[in-house]
């Protein structure tokens, strides 16, 4: 059976609830969900400063609920999570600077809130089956290079640590309480939705921005390894990772097709770009980042291919088209 007739197996007719939902990777994990015929609500507070944005359902507002609330407010959850199947956690602030400057907040919706959702979880809908998007950013400085699941956790950042505690909070609920979670630690995504307004999410939407209004963009430094992942690679993550009882109570890297420097990155965002583009000039990295850089990080993606089959296929050049196609015809939308 094809992959997505076993995903229309397990999803279609079935209430899944998305928090985080109207932002990057939410909204696109939600058009794959309705595609495969499933019951979808989305709760989120569509707070400016992170990604979400309406347009990223457009066309789509009569087929699912959108609950516009906050995670942070405990009432309001019992009554969304009555009833539904599955709980793709991704309501998150995923900015490492703002986590530095306002740390209670990314203490609030990242770690406190994440403990009343698993609460409401445990004492209304105690069967629901939960995927929680955490981040490599819990890591740190890499020792090693590619990272595994084993490395230690040393988070460089506010958000790293609230992170953490959020992905802890979702192990410890599916192992004492039986709220059957799968924590996906998620490199950089990259994709059409993805945020371009400014770099709380990734310098990328940033570049892509700059390469979508003919500006040149700036790299800093320049030699830094990363991974990306497209976005819909990573939807395919989070679903397999819903789907398969030998994902419950684990933790997974998801990983890119092979890695990059950042001025690599840069070469192939310019060549995504093709003729229309003004090329870009490369800085010392700012003083201020610098401190909370985790240098180079790849990660090492075998344990998700061994157990749930999963490998991404998208390279960085394709993603980066993909997303560079979309915003030629809807940056309007999302400055
Ligand atoms: N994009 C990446 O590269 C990346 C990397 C690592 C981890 N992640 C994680 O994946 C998840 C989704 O990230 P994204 O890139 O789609 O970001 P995003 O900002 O586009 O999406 C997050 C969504 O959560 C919503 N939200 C935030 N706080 C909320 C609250 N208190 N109540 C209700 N909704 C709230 C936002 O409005 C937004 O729509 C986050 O948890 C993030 O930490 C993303």
């Known amino acids: 059976m094809s992959a997505a007739s076993q995903h229309r197996r397990t999803f279609g007719g079935k209430k899944v609830l998305i928090t985080g939902g109207l932002g990057f990777i939410g909204s696109n994990l939600a058009r794959a969900l309705l595609r495969l015929g499933a019951e979808v609500t989305i709760i989120d507070n569509l707070f400016p400063r992170h990604g979400g944005n309406r347009r990223n359902l ?42 530095m400057t306002d740390p209670d907040t990314d203490l609030e919706i990242n ?89 709380r999410q990734t310098f990328v939407g940033v570049w892509i921005k700059e390469v979508v209004t003919g500006k040149p963009f700036e790299v800093w430094g320049g030699a830094q390894l990363r991974d990306f992942t497209s976005v819909d690679d990573a939807v395919e993550a989070f679903l397999l990772a819903a789907a398969r009882p030998e994902a419950v109570g684990r933790v997974f890297n998801l990983g890119g097709v092979g890695h990059v420097s950042l001025r690599e990155l840069a070469d192939l965002l310019v060549a995504a770009a093709g003729r229309r583009h003004a090329g870009y000039t490369v800085r010392a990295f700012p003083a201020d980042r610098k401190k909370i850089d985790i240098g180079d990080f790849y990660a090492d993606g075998r344990l998700i291919e061994q157990v749930l089959g999963w490998r991404p296929t998208t390279t960085v050049g394709e993603a980066l088209a993909q997303t560079v196609a979309f915003y030629r015809k809807e940056l309007p939308h999302y400055l």
């Open 111 to 199: 770690c406190r809130a994440q403990l009343s959702i698993l609460e409401a979880c445990r004492q209304h809908n105690p069967g629901i089956r939960v995927v929680f998007a955490s981040t490599r950013q819990i890591y740190g400085r890499p020792d090693y290079l590619p990272v595994d699941e084993k490395h230690p956790l040393r988070p460089v950042d506010v958000n790293g640590i609230n992170k953490l505690a959020g992905e802890e909070y979702h192990l410890l609920y599916s192992e004492v309480h039986g709220v059957r979670s799968t924590v996906l630690r998620l490199t950089n995504t990259i994709g059409p939705r993805m945020r371009v307004k400014d770099a």
């Open 58 to 99: 457009h066309g789509l507002e009569k087929k699912l609920e959108v609950i516009i609330a906050d995670v942070r407010h405990r009432r309001s959850l019992p009554a969304c999570l009555a009833g539904k199947d599955f709980l793709f956690n991704l309501a998150g602030q995923t900015s490492h600077m703002d986590s």
